[in-house]
């Protein structure tokens, strides 16, 4: 599964970490998507780089968190809790 160039995805969150890009903070999340199917042996999550601004509230998702990511031209512009 690839990040659609526009629109949504819909998933659960795997894990996350923060990072700090030149003074910009992200959140490195892991999602797995509804409906995903992988390769066995292999994980079906797509690794998406969440600037703080995007993020609900300013609060990074958590692990476990259902959550709905949008995007324009592949750049993440909101996160939404489920």
């Known amino acids: ?10 998933g659960t969150v795997r894990s996350v970490s923060m990072v700090s890009i030149h003074g910009d903070i992200y959140a490195d999340v892991l999602l797995e998507p509804d409906g995903a199917t992988a390769d066995p042996g292999k994980a079906a999550a797509l ?3 969440v600037p703080m601004h995007a993020m609900f509230a300013g ?8 959550i709905e ?4 031209m592949q750049q993440v512009t909101g996160v939404k809790l489920l």
């Open 69 to 72: 990511v949008s995007f324009l």
């Open 1 to 10: 599964m690839n990040i659609p160039f526009a629109g949504s995805l819909k």
């Open 59 to 66: 609060t990074p998702p958590l692990q476990g968190a259902r």
């Open 47 to 49: 690794p998406i780089r």
